[in-house]
């Protein structure tokens, strides 16, 4: 028995599982079938421009078997060879002299040349010939007077070809157009800025081509003397944008020039918000938009902007700019190869501006449809194939801007023994959307038959599509289940064996049931006073009416009402006005449409609201219109009513998917005309509302209802979507923009494809507030961020109708914010020579998160000449995550330590019994020890001691001085400066000891006193102060800063004497006023521990002047700048700790 073939769900192409099927039996006995040489142009013809008497050749190269011959034609009809027109030998045609349209024919049109060999023939693309001509002016400078400080426009107009270059004259001299005021652009304008009296005189423009040249009529210009004091005015554009059309790599310019005073600032913009191609834009002169290899992109409304500066008062103009491109194929037809009788099917699709128009050539005639060979649009498609049809067909798509043609070879192979065709074919309608199908078997080599193939086709109309459905050869009748309602179809069977296919069966027609439609029609509801509401309603499409839409049923009622009213309309009404209703009132509506087998399905709730009783004087109702541009996106467009009187102050947009809470207001200018809202999900109903809205109230709303298509579209088999964009990447580029780039993914075709970015902080709980962009680009700069927040993106592209899925979500964080002003409390302090300490204060704000300092510094010459050096501070912060082991780990440790402490506590207890029982021994031990070290400073060793001694209290006295570092002791920020750059402090581990004030020191530790002063001094040690005055001025005692911080220090003044502001809110002191060399405050020769002396406080002199200096001065109290560095010289008494 024959091997049975599955049906299949959907219709397929004739052929496309025939070809399996019955190629290899088929090519096995016809060896040869491929060895033919392809034939194809080498070179075609290119449109050119001559000048009359010119020669000119256009050329024609074709490869392929040989012999290959070549003519010509003009227009669709053949070229005639003379003596003046030849075919040269490698197929080009030359022109010796080109004719003019002066009495002989002209040589001027659309040229194609013809390649023909045994195989077939192939048709160039068309060539378009034109001579070199120009016009007369169409538009001449027209004189002008204009006031001094004006501007001052002259234009003129020529039709040529080539285009002519323009150039100007002033007083039949040419004019220099390099200065600034002087602006001429290519269009033939002519602009001014500045006017002045030595621009008067007489101009005119000169249009040139390679073989003309032309001269304007002359006009004036008049200088106005100007007034000395110019009043204001506001922006005025005297000479706006014009619509433009042009073609793809061509430059344009929009011109755009305005006056008024102040001078206006002249911007540009799109109307649809995108932004403007900076590579290929500049502005000429002061405003003028020129745009240069323009792309399909450049295509737009670009808006210019008038605009005074330093205020609001603006004013704009605007013009179209159209872009025209030549047929580009996106999809190719394929050679095949089929038997007789058998079917072929060739696609081709091309795009282009404007859309172009398809045709086919077999061997390079055009085709026409018949009964056997039929176009549907883009394809073509031969049944019953005959010996005959075995050629060379070509697709060609032309509009204005050129043709492109692609071939493919349909070779046909013969078969004998073909099985008669089918008979006793009949249908039977099952349902609205099914028809059976049944037939006899073929009454010749029936038994031969391996499978059949049922045709059908909508009968009505003209080039519908056919389509075929391959079935097994064990089955004589067959189920359509997938047609439309309401239709009548043309159906007829084939009969297939190994060689070849039968003749066509005899066709039958049969039309399938009406059905109740598919969904509800679209509605728009708008209010023309306080008390009505007009419902009005788009037709239902024929594919989803399924049958003559009798009545719409029209129902409405109050959202605070459970009373339906409803009304029944006639199936050719599609608008209804409700009246007598409620000022202010919600008011909900639905409509159902109904076919003679019954009601469909109702549409959802609409709510509208009525406008207020009083809003006399509000806005009314724009007229909405929506259409989905793709199964994700949505164009909102809107006109407001001409005769409407009320002011308007801009839009307000709402929209919502149904069922899901509502999104907006989306605020937008008056000068708004159109919205696109994006990111949308496929095959959802959307409620879009609109009204206008003044400073006084919201106007009068329309609102409308509008379907999204599903993003896979269903031509003659299920198309499975594009796949995602890949490799997502994002970086921030500041605290609210984050940076994407992506990789398109590989397609076969070029076709244009648009993605959808999707953008939401990580946790977003209002879907709502998701934000999605669209671009045509494979980048975008995403901004109006959160600072410091982290976003999640996602890509998907669409491209013809089909959407991809999202691609995987990537994330990142935009950069903290800047901080919102500078540190506060900057200070700076001389610690030596080239050591400086800087401290400061983070900038005020709980939310700033500083990360990094930058610190200028530099000496006075180098301030004076702004040389500045740099330096960055990098602010650590670490975040700890603490699991139930780390807080295990530390509740252990504290038990542990608690333990410890406790142990001490004892040990100390003990110990201080057995203290009190020798504290008077020890007491009366420590005065003599102090006493006799007192009158014994001459000798050395016992000065060393008494010093090891008071060193083995400094770290619990005092901070470590070291020469190369400083710690500031009451904490804070703070750097160190020296002549070498930034100080390393050795030991960043060093604990800080807190300092408590002296009279509670002496409270608690009586008995640790000093009977003697002690003046350390380290050799080479700068001793710095904050006093105005220098320490050597006669009648002044140098006071040194104290080293520790008391109650006395404050905030040191922002603008004291002896610092100085930098531009960078820094401070530089100057060095001949906060240093003092110890010479002024004692011996100039250096000390040694040897030679430390020292008497009784009460009595000696050395003593009292240590004291003095110890003390601060009054305006060291009230100065103190910084947290001041220890000084070199310690000073100790009896009572005191070091001052």
């Given amino acids: 028995m024959a091997p049975s073939l599955r049906p299949l769900a959907r219709p397929r192409p004739p052929g496309m599982l025939l070809g399996a099927l019955l190629l290899l039996p088929v090519l096995g006995p016809v060896p040869g079938v491929w060895c033919f040489s392809e034939l194809f142009f080498i070179k075609e013809p290119q449109d050119i421009t001559v000048t009359r008497k010119d020669p000119v050749v256009l050329d024609c190269q074709a490869h392929g078997e040989v ?37 002989e024919q002209s040589d001027e049109g659309f040229y194609q040349c013809l390649a023909m060999n045994k195989h077939g023939a192939i048709l160039s693309q068309k060539a378009h010939l034109t001579l070199s001509t120009i016009s007369a002016f169409e538009v001449q400078p027209i004189s002008t007077e204009v006031q001094e400080g004006g501007v001052a426009r002259f234009a003129c107009k020529i039709s040529s070809n080539p285009p002519a270059v323009i150039t100007w004259e002033l007083n039949r001299t040419t004019l220099p157009v390099t200065m600034d005021r002087v602006t001429a652009l290519p269009t033939g304008v002519l602009q001014i ?51 433009i059309t042009t073609s793809l790599h061509q430059t344009v310019v929009l011109e755009c020039a305005a006056t008024g005073n102040p001078k206006p600032i002249i911007s540009w913009s799109r109307l649809d918000h995108k932004s403007i191609d900076v590579f290929n834009t500049r502005v000429l002169g002061n405003g003028n938009l020129m745009i240069s290899d323009i792309r399909l992109q450049h295509a737009g409304v670009y808006v210019c902007r008038a605009t005074t500066p330093g205020t609001r008062n603006f004013t704009v103009a605007m013009a179209t700019l159209t872009v025209l491109a030549p047929p580009s194929f996106v999809e190719w037809p394929e050679s095949l190869t089929r038997p007789r009788a058998g079917t072929a099917r060739f696609v081709c699709q091309a795009e282009g501006i404007p859309s172009p128009k398809m045709s086919w050539l077999k061997n390079g005639r055009k085709i026409h449809s018949n009964g056997r060979i039929k176009m549907y649009n883009s394809k073509l498609v031969i049944n019953q194939i005959i010996p005959e049809d075995d050629a060379i067909y070509q697709c060609m798509a032309e509009n ?16 004998e023994d073909r099985p008669s065709a089918p008979y006793n074919v009949h249908a039977e309608t099952m349902s609205s959307s099914a028809i059976l199908l049944a037939w006899e078997r073929p009454l010749y080599n029936s038994d031969k038959v391996i499978a059949y193939s049922v045709h059908y086709m909508k009968a009505e109309g003209l080039n519908n599509e056919e389509y075929q459905v391959v079935i097994g050869n064990d089955t004589t009748h067959y189920l359509i289940d997938d047609l439309e309602p309401a239709s009548n179809y043309t159906f007829y069977i084939v009969a297939y064996m190994p060689m070849g296919a039968s003749q066509m069966s005899d066709h039958v027609t049969q039309n399938t049931l009406e059905d109740v439609p598919l969904r509800p029609p679209e509605i728009s509801l708008t209010s023309r006073s306080p008390t009505d509401i007009l419902v009005s309603w788009l037709p239902i499409p024929a594919k989803y009416r399924r049958g003559q839409v009798v009545l719409y049923r029209l129902s409405f009622r109050l959202s605070t009402d459970n009373s339906i009213q409803v009304l029944e309309l006639p199936g050719t009404t599609h608008e209804h006005l409700l009246e007598g209703l409620k000022p202010d009132s919600v008011y909900l509506v639905r409509i159902t449409a109904a076919t003679r087998v019954g009601l469909g399905e109702s549409s959802v709730w609409t709510s509208h609201r009525t406008p207020k009783a ?153 879907a709502s507030l998701v934000l999605y962009l669209q671009t045509s680009e494979t980048h975008m700069l995403v901004q109006g961020l959160e600072p410091n927040t982290k976003y999640e993106f ?48 983070p900038p005020d704000g709980p939310e700033t998160v500083v990360t990094r300092y930058t610190i200028l510094y530099a000496s006075r010459k180098a301030w004076i000449a702004g040389e500045w050096q740099v330096l960055h501070r990098e602010v650590y912060s670490g975040y700890y995550h603490l699991d139930q082991k780390s807080m295990t780990g530390i509740a252990v440790g504290v038990g542990i330590a608690l333990t410890c402490i406790l142990i001490c506590v004892l040990i100390l207890i003990y110990r201080s019994k057995a203290r009190k029982s020798t504290a008077s021994k020890t007491a009366q031990n420590g005065t003599q020890q102090l006493s006799h070290t007192s009158t014994s400073l001459a000798s050395g060793n016992e000065v060393g001691k008494n010093l090891e001694g008071a060193l083995e209290n400094e770290e619990s006295l005092m901070p470590m001085i070291m020469p190369n570092s400083f710690i500031d002791a009451k904490g804070g920020t703070d750097l160190i400066i020296n002549s070498y750059g930034p100080i390393i402090k ?38 710095l102060i904050s006093d105005e005055d220098s320490p050597s001025s006669a009648g002044h005692t140098a006071s040194f800063p104290r080293p520790f911080g008391v109650a006395t220090d404050t905030e040191h003044s922002a603008n004291s004497e002896g610092s100085h502001e930098t531009g960078d809110s ?17 011996s100039t020769t250096p000390l040694t521990p040897s030679s430390f002396t020292g008497t009784d406080s009460s009595g000696d002199p050395s003593m ?10 009054d305006a060291e109290q009230i100065s103190s700048s910084v947290p001041q560095p220890p000084s070199a010289m310690l000073c100790f008494d009896k009572k005191d700790f070091p001052i």
């Fill in 67 to 103: 012999p290959i011959k070549v003519t010509w034609l003009k227009n669709g009809a053949k070229v005639s060879e003379n003596k003046r027109i030849q075919v040269l030998s490698n197929g080009s045609l030359y022109i010796s002299e080109v004719e003019g349209k002066r009495g």
């Fill in 193 to 243: 800025y500045d006017v002045d009296q030595k621009d008067a005189g007489h101009y005119r423009c000169v249009a040139a081509t390679v073989a003309h040249r032309r001269k304007s009529m002359e006009a004036s210009l008049t200088v106005i003397p100007g007034k000395e004091s110019k009043s204001f005015h506001t922006p005025t554009i005297i000479a706006g944008p014009q619509n």
């Fill in 400 to 415: 204005s801007q050129g043709s492109i043609l692609s071939r493919a070879r349909l070779t046909v192979v013969m078969s």
């Fill in 614 to 766: 009083t809003s006399v004087k509000a806005p009314k109702s724009p007229e909405l219109h929506l259409e989905p541009l793709n199964c994700t996106t949505i164009s909102v467009k809107w006109q407001q009513d001409a005769e409407d009187t009320a002011t308007i102050q801009g839009y307000k947009l709402y929209y919502k998917e149904e069922g899901q809470q509502e999104n907006g207001p989306i605020f937008l200018a008056t000068s708004d005309l159109l919205y696109t809202l994006s990111g949308l999900d496929p095959r959802r109903k959307y409620h879009v509302r609109l009204l206008a809205y003044n400073n006084i109230e919201d106007g009068y709303q329309a609102d409308q209802t509008v379907s999204t298509p599903g993003c896979v579209s269903v031509r003659d088999r299920m198309v499975p979507p594009p796949p995602p964009p890949h490799h997502l990447y994002a970086k921030a580029n500041t605290s609210s923009a984050i940076f994407l780039h992506w990789r398109r993914p590989a397609f076969t075709t070029a076709q244009i494809i648009n993605y959808t970015i999707r953008c939401n902080p990580v946790g977003l709980q209002n």
């Fill in 794 to 841: 996602a890509v998907r592209l669409h491209v013809d109708q089909l959407s991809s899925p999202w691609s995987p979500v990537v994330y990142h964080s935009t950069l903290p914010e800047a901080p919102a002003g500078p540190p506060v409390g900057v200070k700076v302090t001389l610690i030596e020579d080239d050591t400086a300490l800087v401290s400061w204060k």
């Fill in 986 to 1023: 050795n030991n960043p581990k060093k604990k800080w000891l807190f300092f408590q004030d002296s009279k509670k020191i002496k409270a608690e530790q009586p008995q640790r006193r000093f009977t003697q002063a002690v003046c350390f001094y380290q050799p080479g040690t700068t001793v």
């Fill in 1066 to 1082: 820094g401070r530089f002191s100057h060095e001949s006023n906060d240093e003092i060399h110890l010479s002024s405050v004692i």
């Fill in 1104 to 1113: 009292r002047k240590c004291e003095e200096h110890a003390v601060p001065s």
